[in-house]
């Protein structure tokens, strides 16, 4: 599994012209779903993500948690977090979970953050998508097997 997470003042994601989406201050998403990935995965991946301290207390020190500002949440999935560009110079995505079985995790993600986030919002898997946002910082942070 492969988070790329973006500290937002707002952020909203389109399918077919319309908002399927959106949040003031929080959390944009990114989220790759690869291979081997199951259930247990994403509950890892999630306890990383909603415990990240990445937003200012007080005195300016990056302290306070998701819940903390009562941020909202914003999870777009993107199997392009699994680019594979060493040869040549056309990714390759071999290493992105099955359709079927990443949408089922992206679905389970959102279920899971749900019971704990007062506001989360998502894209629509598999569809293209437009994604805005106003990155607050900036300030990103990826998760992936490396990490974790």
Known sequence: MRLVIQRVLEASVKAEGK??????????????VGRDDTRETADKYLKKLLGLRIFEDENGKTNLSLKDVNGGLLLVSQFTLYANCR??????F?????????????????REASRT?????HGIFGADMKVSLVNDGPFTVTLDEHIL
């Open 87 to 92: 040869k040549g110079n056309r990714p390759s």
């Open 19 to 32: 908002t399927v989406g959106s949040i003031g201050k929080g959390f944009l998403v990114f989220v790759g």
């Open 94 to 110: 071999t290493e992105a979970g099955d359709p079927v079985k990443a949408e089922e995790l992206y679905e389970y993600m959102i």
């Open 117 to 121: 986030v007062p506001k989360v919002q």
